[in-house]
């Protein structure tokens, strides 16, 4: 479009009659298409689409986005929060060169088609894929934070819905973008007064503008059907010494006269005779609806290839612990975290590294790395569903980013964000603390029992149970070099080192971590036992004691039970029956999933799981293990009873 010469990257003080022209030219079009595409899916959300149609058409003129630089890292972003606009958001990037308008109106909501029902990051322009509403802003957030460790001039723009903007994570979202000072986002919110249900005021009312003021940002209105005052609000949102959010008045259905201010239309979209008169209002007609049909039946498109990059870091030399030192797992997490942030801390060529924190940082250990790279620690308190949010968007950004927190804050309470990272093929690296029963007297509410389940639900998360310190240590510079989700997740007690037979730390001089091995702790010729995590050291106990019986076992451990080698697995077992043990359900973990393994295999191997059974009690951590059968005695039980 001719107008973006005149506006791009907001270089103009303002828009031109010609422009303006121009830009409602396209827009109408814009408006044709969206309504052809929904019309020809038989489903969608045309009202809406119109509605934030003149606020996509000014964006996307004014900012620093364009086919050509739809994959740059110097981009500015654009978030769309209501993804449910896609054909309106489709149709405004079409106008714009991204790609064919008619190749989208007629492949909308098509399977196979990369133009999904909701905003996804398959479609050039689309930097985060949403739907589930209130995720934007903290996606906006994480891309904020991004560009400034990277010393990027990027801006963020989010566009949101009116009706989302009670859901908590909005408001979580803008407290850490005012703490954190952010300049660098602004948000624009299509306020139509109408969502799903009716109108704002009967669904649940809300005073938008104090709740954003409240919150520490500026808060600026506009007509969001006008483009001269659109322009002009984000240009001065754009040179604001605080985050803003443009409150854009809007109409539902703006352009077609039936669908204007009718809630029925935010999702139901024109047919029949009211969709000949809608495009006739728009100064179109069937014909194109007619060829958006006929195109349909033809050869699917291919969308854009999303590949998380591989970080660029030094990763300093491993620590063996040994013996006599008293380590826990978190430490040497947070130790080794604190290394490599320290090695690369605004380094030239370096990948910055970002990390999360959520009031948590002793406990979590990531404290050292506080103070080593203060720049780049980002304590958002206790705001566990933005965090999430924000730390994967940020990792599709060019940082590495980290988030640590408990393990039921980290992943069951926030799995819906972890499962919008693995959609969005995002490589945030999440570090559960406190897992499973070893949080002894925190009892039965901070059991972070089916971590490995809730992970294993996606297609694309990697899980990392670390055996002891040495092993925590090489998992941990492992996975910040590793592209894509990945989560390390450990206990809170202190672990003796892992030894080799000789004495000898096991995981130390020598030991290279490597993605889905299985390693032999011990061998045995009776029964195997596989272990997962710090029950491996209690599985090496337990074989002493059935040793004293007479019984051998062979201990093993995967660190990675989701990537674990099934040939190596089964060459490991061989024909002995198999223990496993997990201080983790017992249905979800590393059991089911070597179950699962023998089973689809078609290999007859005896099988016990052992693992949580029912919510733990709130003692010591021996204590708690031991009563669910976890400790040494309770696993060479298990064994014992398994060779009966």
Known sequence: MKVTEEIRGFKSEGISAKGVAELRGAAREARVW????????????????????????????????????????????????????????????????FFPAHEMAANFRRAGSPYQGHVERDVPGVDWGTGNLGQGLAAGVGFALAARARGSRAHTWVVMGDGEQVKGQVAEARRIAAKEKLTNITALVDWNDIQISGRLEEVMPVNIPALWAADGWLVT?????????????MKAAKGSPVPTVILCRTTMGKGVSFMENIPDYHGKPAAGEKLELALKELGSDISVFNAALAERKGPLPKGRRITPEKPVLELGVPHTYTREDKKDNRGAFGKALAEVGELNYKKEGATPMLVFDCDLAGSV???????????????????????????????????????????????????????????????AKTVLTHTGLDVGEDGMTHQCIDYVGLFRNTFGWNVVVPADPNQTDRATRWMLAEPGNVCLAMGRSVLPVILKEDGTPFYGEGYEFRNGAIDLLRDGTDV????????????????????????????????????????????????????????????????????????????AVRIKNLGVTRYGLSGSNGDVLADMGLDADGIAGGAKELLK
């Open 365 to 427: 250990k990531v404290d050292g790395f506080a103070k080593a790279c203060p720049d780049n620690y980002v304590e958002a308190g206790i705001q566990e569903h933005t965090t999430a949010t924000a730390a994967g968007a940020a990792s599709a950004a060019g940082v590495v980013s980290v988030w640590a927190d408990f393990g039921v804050f980290a992943s069951d309470e926030v799995y819906n964000q972890q499962r919008l990272n693995d959609i969005n093929r995002a490589g």
């Open 34 to 97: 969206a309504v052809v595409a929904t019309a020809a899916a038989k489903s969608g959300h045309p009202a809406g689409a119109l509605s934030s149609m003149d606020i996509y058409m000014t964006l996307l003129g004014a900012a620093n986005v364009t086919p050509e630089l739809a994959d740059s890292p110097e981009r500015d972003r654009i978030v769309v929060s209501h993804g449910h606009t896609s054909a309106g958001f489709y149709a405004a990037l079409a106008e714009y060169g």
């Open 528 to 603: 195997a036992i596989l272990a997962m995590g710090h029950l491996a050291g209690r599985a090496v106990e337990a074989r002493e004691l059935l040793a004293k019986e007479g019984i051998s076992a062979r201990v093993l451990h995967c660190a990675t039970p989701l990537s674990m080698d099934e040939n190596e697995l089964f060459t490991l077992v061989g024909e002995r029956p198999l223990l496993t043990c997990e201080d983790h359900h017992a249905d979800t973990g590393i059991g089911a999933v070597a179950a699962l393994a023998f089973a689809r295999a078609g290999k």
């Open 221 to 233: 209105e506009c007509d969001g059907h006008d483009y001269e005052a659109l322009y002009r609000a």
